[in-house]
C-alpha cells in the first residue's frame, strides 16, 4: 500500500531532503514505525515515546486532522496523502 508523506522543510533534512516519500503502513503508528526504519534519523522527531505525536507537529491525512480522527490509530489506504504541518504560534 503506497501512502505519500508531506515532509515541512525543517524534517526534510532527516529526509535525505526529500519533500515527498511514498511510505506504506496500514495506520499512522505503522507509518512512523516506516519512516523510522527508512529514515532512522528522523527518530525522536514525530512523536514521543510513547508513540503518540509530538505536541508541535500537527499530522492530516487527506487534509483532516487525525486529533479529530482516531489518533495515530487512523487508518490509512492506498493513494491517501499525510501531511506534517508544524505548529505555528505566535502573538
Known sequence: ???KVLVPT???K???EQAVLECSGSNISE???YLEDSYPAIKGRLRK???EPLRFLNFYVNSEDIR???GTETALNNGDEVSI???VAGG
Do not use: I, K, R, S
Open 1 to 3: 500500500m503506497a501512502v
Open 10 to 12: 525543517v524534517l526534510q
Open 14 to 16: 532527516f529526509t535525505n
Open 31 to 33: 507509518l512512523f514505525d
Open 49 to 51: 515515546p510513547e508513540g
Open 68 to 70: 479529530f480522527l482516531d
Open 85 to 87: 504541518v508544524p505548529a
